[in-house]
């Protein structure tokens, strides 16, 4: 059992929302691969999560912007240590002034948006150094992304900065296409689709889902020729469970799809950006904590 440690099964268990034990004995069995873990889990149908949990959220907000003309949009993500800094309008305003600068300058990577001036004379990163020492803690400008397009783009932002989304769209830019788009956009909020479209499905994806798919069928005990019946109808699922045009729209009342619900506009691609994504936040014992500051 060299390597499997405590803090493995407790990441193997947050990940897939199987038992303890289970997720030892998994992580066991496959030598300490996390992923080939998820796996066996899956096929013995004891996770059945076809996507991944995302490790615990860091705190901060996701701004989000719209050119006028809406040909060009920016996601960016604002971390900081605490949800209490979030409610700072100090916080809340450097945000939304790098969201604008983004959008309105030629950047595309954090580094260059680091080093551009926000006020003459000041970057980026002077600022966001300067409310850090003002404010006691530290923040950081993580991530953003800019979409630029010959059709139209629309964001929507939920829960008050914690999920942001960029919808792209081919199609004519009307007030009712725009609020269609805005629509679409909450449903990929609310239903985080791993692709927009079958084309984006890998076939190391495609075939990983058959291969779970075919063990679990195995183990039920059913027949080679049923299987492969069987798989079809499945793959089909693992599509309209996974691919943003094939989900039924989150709002439908006829069980119509995205595609349908765009009618005569088709979805180009989007982007989704939730606080945190991927970043393990550290676990603080307060107790411990207040103690040692009395000490000091």
Known sequence: MSGITASLVKELRERTGAGMMDCKKALIEMNGD??????????KGIAKAAKKAGR??????????VSADHKTAVVLEFNSETDFVTKNPEFKELGLRMTELALNSNV???????NTEIQPGKTVAVALTDLISKIGENMNLR????VTTE???TTYNHLGG??????EMNGEITPENIIKAKDIAMHVAAMDPGYCDKSEVTTTDLDREREISRKQLEAEGKPAQIIEKILIGKMNKFYEDNCLVSQIFVKAENKETVAQFAGDMKVVSFRRYKVGDGIEKAEVDFA?????????
Do not use: P, S, Y
Not at 56 to 65: K, Q, R, T, Y
Not at 108 to 114: D, R
Not at 143 to 146: D, I, T
Not at 288 to 296: F, G, K, S, T
């Open 34 to 43: 996390m992923e080939k873990a998820i796996d066996l889990l899956r096929e």
């Open 143 to 146: 991530r953003f992304e800019k």
């Open 56 to 65: 615990i959220a860091a705190e901060g907000l996701v701004f989000d912007a």
């Open 151 to 153: 059709g139209f783009v």
């Open 162 to 167: 914690k999920l942001g989304v960029i919808v």
């Open 108 to 114: 595309h990577t954090v580094e260059e948006l680091n």
């Open 288 to 296: 411990a904590e207040v103690a040692a500051q009395l000490n000091a």
